[in-house]
């Protein structure tokens, strides 16, 4: 149990474009859910966390404007890099948390944005 | 604020024992976690401490001394394929996680 998808795996766009990446939890009810980013050899950095029906919480020197987070039902988190630029070239992962499941996180398998 | 530390890299023979060291300083403490990474992958579990003492899964071992704001992950019996990123995270007020640079682990034969 506490499996956590995420899609696209991979994603090559044009600088100026603006990326989907969404987050589902597959056989748990995820009240909460993280989005992270990580740069080459650099651990996790939290950008934001999200609870179902409400706004995201983003971390300091995240973008709300760039980085839009929602999270519409218990099962899915959506994040939108929007105007994308190289910079934002970076490995997404995202995590979910349910109620009954303590506070672990289960993490998605993670999304590689490449932006040209 | 949060402030956790471990070593960058580290380096150890297949077959060996290498033990991991993290130090935290969290406003609030509900819980150490270590995560394995490959590269180009998600973290996996690896294990969760919220009391002193220590955990034993397998080849994998966890400490930790709360008052010394301390934990330790020890590999056994070192394999190939445990050459990976090694994340100690800590879940502190409100239950978030922040998580420590990583330490790079290289198994050689």
């Known amino acids: 149990g506490a499996v956590v998808s995420q899609h696209p795996s991979r994603v090559i766009c044009k600088s100026g474009t603006s990326v989907k990446i969404e987050c589902r939890s597959l056989d748990f009810q995820a009240t909460t859910m993280f989005w992270y980013r990580q740069f080459p050899k650099q651990s996790l950095m939290l950008m934001a966390t999200?609870?179902?029906?409400?706004?995201?919480?983003?971390e300091q020197g995240v973008e709300k404007d760039k980085f839009l987070i929602n999270h519409a039902s218990l099962t899915l988190s959506t994040l939108t890099v929007t105007s994308a630029h190289p910079e934002d070239s970076s490995f997404y992962i995202c995590?979910?948390?349910?109620?009954?499941?303590?506070?672990?996180?289960?993490f998605g398998p993670g999304t590689r944005l490449t932006v040209l | 604020g949060q402030n956790i530390d471990q070593p960058t890299e580290m380096t150890a023979t297949e077959g060996a024992i290498v033990q991991i060291n993290c130090t935290y300083q969290t406003s609030g403490f509900n819980g150490l976690f270590w995560y394995q990474q490959h590269a180009g992958e998600a973290p996996t579990f690896l294990s969760y401490?919220?009391?002193?003492g220590l955990e034993e899964k397998g080849r994998f071992s966890s400490f930790l001394s709360r008052s010394k704001g301390y934990s330790y992950l020890l590999l056994k019996e070192l394999q190939m394929k445990d050459s990976a990123s090694y994340l100690c995270?800590?879940?502190?007020?409100?239950?978030?996680?922040?998580f420590g640079g990583g330490t790079r682990l290289m198994v050689k034969p």
């Open positions: 401490n919220v009391l002193d």
């Open positions: 995270a800590v879940s502190g007020a409100g239950n978030m996680l922040t």
């Open positions: 999200s609870n179902e029906g409400s706004k995201a919480t983003y």
């Open positions: 995590s979910a948390r349910g109620p009954g499941r303590g506070n672990e996180q289960f």
